[in-house]
T-cell receptor
Framework: DGGITQSPKYLFRKEGQNVTLSCEQN?????MYWYRQDPGQGLRLIYY???????QKGDIAEGYSVSREKKESFPLTVTSAQKNPTAFYLC????????????????FGEGSRLTVL | AQSVSQHNHHVILSEAASLELGCNYS??????LFWYVQYPGQHLQLLLK??????LVKGIKGFEAEFIKSKFSFNLRKPSVQWSDTAEYFC???????????FGKGTTLSVSS
């Protein structure tokens, strides 16, 4: 089945530690995204990438880092500089093909819930 | 900058009641509009989308939405809700394929049987 796989589903970390969340897709999509979901805040964009070895900051990039070494992979590192890292993190991907009706619909993974102790 | 506003934070309905969730966006150009749903414990799923043509779009599970360009609105409707519609609903917009979606803060719908 094609889709997006995020791991781990649940993660606990101590303050001051970096943690990396994995996101893999087998949809052959060019673009990948990381969002953060907090209660009452909706989804806020952290980073996105439209092509390998290139990525752009979203609205809340501070304290996060990403890499895009392969088309199918877009890991997110939550660094110790992120002041409030406890959240639900969602990875998504979309096609960039110029086909009619391609609106850039996002396909989402099941999310990773990070808790900082 | 684009933004999306969802008017209702939490809506509580009884089964068979009609539903309308408001969504307004701010952007001057052509947009693509989406409604996503997140059922408890599940991942976000696309309910419906609008990119051009008929402003009344139909989605899965009996949902529909109407794009009113003059009002910058894309409200979600369902004539008769079911208990299984209990979920969080997100409105989103982008300017073109490949650009990130901008999401509203979401509306939690609780349906009692």
């Amino acid at each position: 089945d094609g889709g997006i796989t995020q791991s781990p589903k649940y993660l606990f970390r101590k303050e001051g530690q970096n943690v990396t969340l994995s996101c893999e897709q087998n949809l052959n999509h060019d673009a990948m995204y990381w969002y953060r979901q907090d209660p009452g805040q909706g989804l806020r964009l952290i980073y996105y990438s439209q092509i390998v070895n290139d990525f752009q900051k979203g609205d809340i990039a501070e304290g996060y880092s990403v890499s895009r070494e392969k088309k199918e992979s877009f890991p997110l590192t939550v660094t110790s500089a992120q002041k409030n890292p406890t959240a639900f993190y969602l990875c998504a991907s979309s096609s960039l093909s110029a086909g009619q009706g391609n609106t850039g619909e996002l396909f989402f993974g099941e999310g990773s819930r990070l808790t900082v102790l | 900058a684009q933004s999306v506003s969802q008017h209702n934070h939490h809506v509580i309905l009884s089964e068979a009641a009609s539903l309308e969730l408001g969504c307004n966006y701010s952007y001057g150009g052509t947009v693509n509009l989406f409604w996503y749903v997140q059922y408890p414990g599940q991942h976000l799923q696309l309910l419906l989308k609008y990119f051009s043509g008929d402003p009344l779009v139909k989605g899965i599970k009996g949902f529909e939405a109407e794009f009113i360009k003059s009002k910058f609105s894309f409200n979600l409707r369902k004539p008769s809700v079911q208990w299984s519609d209990t979920a969080e609903y997100f409105c989103a917009v982008n300017a073109q394929a490949g650009t990130a979606l901008i999401f509203g803060k979401g509306t939690t719908l609780s349906v009692s049987s």
